[in-house]
């Protein structure tokens, strides 16, 4: 019997049974295969075609088994191959999303190999985002309007992603700027007690339709210019979340002195962080 070890896959956030065999890592592909919702007995033999010099069978116990039995087992090195090759449609829906962004990834792979001679791999490690903990930390720290999730939705939005894990290397100290110039705004909010500039029906004007339409573009257009590839889809997106950002303190300096409506427009709600973080 083959002994077996467990390693973390980094794009998955899942485990893998991994078995060295002559010398390499291979993994099983059943668990994997039917972890995803395909259909084994058919993955199978694409498996068998497309890997056919690299296949063996190898028998091992598996955790839960209570008997070492043959698996099916491929090198490590291929399994990114083969998950490049699924057909997003048939797997599990929930892990739809997922599959799709990792095929679009390993694009993009190729293409800078081919392009550039070299592909570099975007993720960060823990110790690499501190920096980013540490702005985020202070940002709650130094202001009254924001809390820590909605602190981290604003930086997550600002470079469109769901974690803070998929920001790229080259973009923490961006995202670190950016934290501290929230800092700074805020901050200044804190000061316009005196002067009440959300009062002037001209900035009560702006203070509505900005942040409708940094909404707008966050939602709606930056995501069709993404799958566009537009060169001009990040500059969109870091033009609307600056001109929301400017007016959402106003909106929230309003909110804390007491204005609930804009005068100047029928009446209307004035916007609330909670209204432009959601959806």
Known sequence: MTSLTQIAVPFHNAELYVVEHKGQPYT?????????????????????QKFESCVVEITMQIMGDDQARSHTCIPVRKLTAW????????VKPELRDTVIKYQEECDDVLWDYWTK?????????????TPLHDAHAMLVAKTKH??????????????????????????????VEYVHHLIAMFSNADKMQLAEPWRD???QFLMWYVPKIAKLIKNEFYPALTLLRSEYAAQMIGMAQE???????????AIKN???TY??????AVHTMEWYLEK
């Open 263 to 268: 005068n100047c427009l029928g009446g209307q």
């Open 258 to 260: 007491g204005m609930t």
């Open 146 to 175: 924001l809390n820590s999730s909605d602190a981290w939705k604003l930086i997550l939005q600002r470079f469109n992603v769901k974690s803070i894990k998929e920001i790229p290397y080259e973009a923490i100290p961006v995202a």
């Open 117 to 129: 001679g070299q592909a570099v791999n975007p993720r960060t490690t823990k110790v690499e985002r």
């Open 201 to 203: 029906q001209d900035v």
């Open 83 to 90: 998950l490049y090759s699924v057909n997003p449609n048939k």
């Open 243 to 253: 001109m929301a950002c400017h007016a959402n303190i106003l909106n929230q300096a």
């Open 28 to 48: 099983p592909l059943r668990q994997i295969v039917q972890g995803m919702g395909l259909d084994w007995a058919s993955q199978f033999v694409k498996i068998k």
